[in-house]
């Protein structure tokens, strides 16, 4: 690794950490803003009660003091315990969530590549044909609709009308449906990402010339066409799988799904800071992993790239 090199990923990596300090700093005072506190929902909590209980949970000290200390645990991966599901810490209950979104995830993000890659060529070989036209017009319906409306839509027209699946995704049939909302983003910006660098690719001046050698189409397609094609669509897996995994926080919750989302929403509703927190700093910890992971593949896949 030259030293240009070795100094861009150093720089990414600092400021990587940078973003995710502001992150923590940020969620913690803006929680602490918040008018009310974890205790107000409580049932018949009286004054005394309410002190001994931020006694407990070290909520009475300096807020200067409270996230100093925060800080210190975060940096240990100690979040706390969970002010409304008591006797449960906020990192165990992350780690449940994160192993059925996570889940999730992969599977979407891969069945998402996968199709965008195909149907992204597909368009481009056929460009200007009425094939290209209908992959164009539904990738397009597909990027322009949130997730939580193709959701409901999918939840309405196969759970609740035809009952082809169940609505409940705590089951293995029932994450079908959230795996295809999950999908359809990612695999419809793949789609139109794949068409693109593939008819740019294929414009290039080595092509023709491979076609003037009497190379076969097959060859020009997928050992020098698709190669040189996929590489915006490589650099995006990163950040595809950090927006399949914070997108799914309103898919989880339209399909009952007991992942990570579902966990984050439901703390909100609870007034749990510190679960709330606790969510907001690993998804974005995931989200800013993604993107330097991301940014790092960019000379990897293309060793063309002058970093800066």
Known sequence: MNPKTLKYILKRVVL????IWVVITLTFFIMHAVPGGPFVGEKAVTPQVQKAMEAKYGLDKPLFRQYLTYLNDVCHLRFGPSLKQRGRMVIDI???GLKTSAKLGVIAAAIATALGVILGSFAALRRNTILDRIIMVITTAF???PSFIMGSLLLVAFAVRTHIFPANGSTAAGLVLPIITLMLYPMSYITRLTRSSMLDVLGQDYIRT????GVSRTNIIFKHALKNALIPVITYLGPELAYIT?????VEQIFAVPGIGR???NSITNRDYTLIMGTTIVLATFIVIMNLVSDIMYKVVD???NLE
């Not at 491979?210 to 050698?213: H, L, N, R």
């Open 303 to 305: 060793p063309r790239i």
């Open 94 to 96: 992350i780690g449940d």
């Open 143 to 145: 990027v322009s609709m």
């Open 210 to 213: 491979a076609k003037a050698k």
């Open 246 to 250: 914070t997108g799914s926080l309103v």
């Open 16 to 19: 990587a950490i940078f973003t």
């Open 263 to 265: 966990a984050f929403v």
